[in-house]
């Protein structure tokens, strides 16, 4: 059987923590007197820790100082590990057990690609740990997507050629970089927002044994 690399992104392909990232980010902004909308999140999912925090002070007219920068940093993280401590295994998205899995007992390669710095922690919270060969997250690049760096660090650390790899992803930044980095991209949500994907699925429900089959054998 040909063995492919299959990676996943984290937040919104394995599990949905983009509703406790906004919930952190919000008691943050309100500290600070912004309004922080669930529009303004959605440009936030696949965007590093330092970066979203820069973003919604631009959105809020706000200048700081590094120091407070970096407390702000620690205390959203602090607020956000709170609700993951919670997190089980029924968190995960539907299918995504079944579908790890497969790959599994298919013998293929099989890493995360995230740009969130706690992937490690969720992962052992949810379950899913055991199923990854490689994982790659924020702690190990220096460029954030749409940079290709952290799938091309999938890669090789599965030892294959990256256009032997399938990526899943739900950010425009994400798909942009699996592309950039000569895989297969497949956007995980709405088409209007993933077009540039090779394949668009709603979520892993969608996504059949047979279609996976394909992709490991051609
Ligand atoms: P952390 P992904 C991303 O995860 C999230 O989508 C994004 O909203 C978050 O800011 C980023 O991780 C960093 O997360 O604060 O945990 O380091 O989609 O790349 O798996
Ligand atoms: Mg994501």
Redesign the pocket.
């Known amino acids: 059987m040909n063995k492919k690399g299959f990676i996943f992104?984290?937040?919104?392909v394995i599990v949905d923590t983009?509703k406790y990232?906004f919930l952190a980010w919000k008691k943050l902004a309100q500290g600070l007197g912004i309004d922080f909308t669930e529009e303004e999140n959605e440009q936030?999912?696949?965007?590093?820790?330092v970066r979203?925090l820069e973003k919604i002070l631009s959105w809020g007219n706000k200048t700081i100082s590094d120091d407070q920068f970096n407390r702000l940093m620690a205390e959203k993280?602090e607020d956000?590990l709170r609700y993951i401590d919670k997190m089980d295994e029924s968190e995960l998205l539907p299918m995504v057990k079944e579908t790890l899995q497969f790959l599994k007992d298919s013998q293929q390669g099989i890493s995360l690609g995230?740009?969130?710095?706690?992937?490690r922690h969720i992962l052992d919270k949810v379950n899913v740990n055991s199923f990854f060969s490689a994982i790659v997250d924020?702690n190990d690049v220096s460029r954030a997507k749409p940079d290709p760096e952290v799938f091309l660090i999938a890669a090789k650390l599965l030892d294959i050629e990256p256009n032997q790899c399938i990526v899943f992803e739900?950010?425009v930044a994400g798909v942009q970089a699996a592309n950039t980095a000569g895989m297969t991209s497949i956007g995980i949500g709405s088409e209007d927002v993933l077009h540039e994907a090779h394949y668009i699925f709603k979520d892993f429900t969608q996504i059949s044994q047979s279609f996976i089959t394909d992709l490991i054998n051609n």
């Open positions: 992104d984290l937040d919104g983009a990232h936030l999912k696949g965007v590093s820790r979203s993280n956000y995230s740009a969130s710095k706690n992937a924020g739900d950010s």
